[in-house]
Every structure is written in structure tokens, then in C-alpha cells.
């Protein structure tokens, strides 16, 4: 599928591991990095589904639409899947703290 980023610092994060470590630390990044890849690999938003450990779910309220897909601990990755594009919209502490 094909990706396409809310920001270059997003996109930078996907293609410098060591960007995506200066912004969220080592197990983030690689998790990141990790989830888009399989995003990129995927050829419908469908089969997301059967790659249970990304947690993949729909979000609800002002979020309709998005999806949400655990990356580690509370942190999740959070995208707006359209036929055949991705937009990634932010990572994102999922309680905030």
C-alpha cells in the first residue's frame, strides 16, 4: 500500500532509525518502523487483520475513520487507511502520560 505522511518529521522517522530514536527513543522507533513496513507490504488495509499483534482497531467519536495499531506499552501509531493509501496521522501515548 501506498503511504503518505502528515509531516516529514513522520517520514523522516520512517526512513532515519536513529531520527526515530531522537524522537521517541530506541523501542518506539523500532516498532514504528516495524509497523510501516508491514503497512507497505500489505495489498488491501484488510489484511491487517490477520497480524494479531499489531492490535489493529477502528477509532471511534471525532476519530471515525482512523485506525489505531499498537506499537509498545501505551504508545500506538495512529493512520487513516483509504482504498490503496495510508495517511499517517501521528504516534501518539495512548493515556497521554
Given at each position: 500500500?501506498?503511504?503518505?505522511?502528515?509531516?516529514?518529521?513522520?517520514?523522516?522517522?520512517?526512513?532515519?532509525?536513529?531520527?526515530?530514536?531522537?524522537?521517541?527513543?530506541?523501542?518506539?522507533?523500532?516498532?514504528?518502523?516495524?509497523?510501516?513496513?508491514?503497512?507497505?507490504?500489505l495489498t488491501r488495509w484488510e489484511d491487517i487483520a490477520s497480524f494479531r499483534?499489531a492490535r489493529a482497531h477502528r477509532l471511534h467519536g471525532d476519530r471515525a475513520?482512523?485506525?489505531?495499531?499498537?506499537?509498545?506499552?501505551?504508545?500506538?501509531?495512529?493512520?487513516?487507511?483509504?482504498?490503496?493509501?495510508?495517511?499517517?496521522?501521528?504516534?501518539?501515548?495512548?493515556?497521554?502520560?
Amino acid at each position: 500500500m501506498r503511504i503518505i505522511f502528515r509531516n516529514r518529521g513522520l517520514e523522516e522517522c520512517y526512513n532515519s532509525q536513529s531520527a526515530a530514536i531522537r524522537e521517541w527513543g530506541p523501542d518506539v522507533a523500532r516498532s514504528y518502523r516495524i509497523r510501516l513496513s508491514l503497512i507497505d507490504s500489505l495489498t488491501r488495509w484488510e489484511d491487517i487483520a490477520s497480524f494479531r499483534s499489531a492490535r489493529a482497531h477502528r477509532l471511534h467519536g471525532d476519530r471515525a475513520g482512523q485506525w489505531s495499531i499498537y506499537l509498545v506499552g501505551r504508545w500506538r501509531l495512529i493512520l487513516e487507511p483509504k482504498p490503496d493509501i495510508v495517511f499517517i496521522l501521528e504516534v501518539s501515548n495512548h493515556y497521554g502520560d
